[in-house]
């Protein structure tokens, strides 16, 4: 069985190990083995909100207000209920050097709305 996770998804896939005969010996001591086709798997989602990507609809604009008073423009990749994942396309490290709080955040969604 072999188990994967990545952000709210879990994936589950059993499979049977191959060894091959002639490799039966050198199996035992080396971390390379080959497995048959799966036949089972199994994906759950783990979050019990749901997250809406956006990033490959449209980019959408978002304005990050600090607490010190700094803007900064990025692009929202996805949403939910409980939160929003940015890309930001510029270094970050003066603006950021410090753990900072958000003030505000301005999400302009394509119908001119705002969030």
Not at 2 to 24: C, H, K, M, T, W
Not at 52 to 71: C, D, K, Q, R, S
């Amino acid at each position: 069985m072999f188990r994967a996770l990545s952000g709210g998804v879990s994936i589950i896939f059993q499979s049977n190990l191959n060894i091959p005969p002639e490799e039966d010996s050198l199996s035992k001591t080396s971390s390379l083995h080959y497995f048959g086709l799966p036949y089972k798997i199994a994906c759950t989602q783990l979050r019990e909100i749901v997250r809406v990507n956006l990033e490959a609809i449209t980019e959408v604009p978002v304005v990050l207000y600090l607490v010190g008073g700094a803007l900064i423009k990025v692009a929202v990749i996805d949403v939910s209920t409980t939160g929003a994942k940015f890309k930001v396309n510029q270094d970050l490290g003066q603006e950021l050097r410090d753990l900072q709080v958000l003030d505000a955040c301005k999400i302009s969604l394509p119908n001119d709305e705002t969030l």
